[in-house]
């Protein structure tokens, strides 16, 4: 997907660099919170990030780890003032696949991207987990303890947005969007009867989660006993 995630507070910046990127013909989403941006990855499957340390609302770097941890690969360019070589070093360590010290040059800045962009995002063997499952992209399969059972690929991609969401709320048009794409025939309960099949495989692997249905808001995962 050419379109790429601006994390940057900097508003003049913020814009230069995405007139840059349109104009190399990389589309760019811009947000100045690390909230703002964490909600839109959940939304929109980017490309690529590319990352402000110095956020209003904490380090850049937080926000990537807490990203990485919940199986998002992205790949992830980090933007930082400060050119020590510590930073640079945890910047690598966190997740990030490149990084950029400020000020840059907009050619480099494209090149970089560009090069996030060619990236196959496969190469990151990520196994995402919430709760007591643990999904497994590779195998197609979701895990519970010593228990597995495969998923077709529309169930994956739905229960990986769930896990990703982390028990918060997931909007029923952004589970179809990610289980069928932009394109996808997707009949009005084609989502409810891949939820379906979801639920009796993740009863069958014994897990203690839950798809929940949060009547007008979307779905989330919970594990039992939890209220809705
Ligand atoms: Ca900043």
């Known amino acids: 997907m050419n379109r790429i995630l601006l994390v940057e507070d900097h508003e003049r910046l913020a814009r230069l660099t995405c007139s840059g990127l349109q104009a190399a013909g990389i589309a760019a989403d811009v947000v100045q919170r690390g909230d ?14 590319v990352l402000d340390r110095g956020l209003p609302d904490g380090d850049g770097i937080a926000l990537l780890q807490r990203l990485r941890a919940r199986g998002f690969g992205v790949p992830c360019l980090v933007l930082t003032a400060r050119d020590a070589l510590h930073d640079r070093v ?4 966190s997740g990030a696949d490149d990084y950029l010290a400020k000020p840059f040059a907009m050619d480099e800045m494209v090149a970089r991207v560009r090069a996030l962009l ?9 196994e995402p987990a919430h709760g007591d499952l643990r999904l497994k992209p590779a195998e197609a399969t979701v895990c519970c303890g010593a228990e597995r059972v495969s998923l ?20 029923r048009a952004a589970l179809e969007l990610a289980a069928w ?12 009867v891949a939820l379906h099949r979801l639920r009796r495989k993740l009863l ?4 203690r989660q839950r798809v929940v249905n949060l009547r007008g808001l979307g779905y989330a995962l919970r594990p039992v006993g939890v209220a809705e």
Do not use: F, K
């Not at 945890?90 to 360590?93: I, M």
């Not at 739905?158 to 028990?167: S, T």
């Open 204 to 207: 069958a692997i014994g897990s």
């Open 181 to 192: 794409g932009l394109g996808g025939a997707v009949t009005p309960n084609a989502l409810d």
């Open 152 to 171: 077709a690929p529309s169930e994956m991609q739905i229960l990986l947005l769930l896990v990703q969401g982390g028990g918060e709320t997931v909007r």
């Open 118 to 126: 060619r990236r196959p995002v496969a190469c990151r063997p990520l």
């Open 36 to 49: 703002a941006a964490w909600a839109a990855i959940q939304e929109v499957p980017y490309g690529a990030l």
């Open 90 to 93: 945890e910047g690598l360590e």
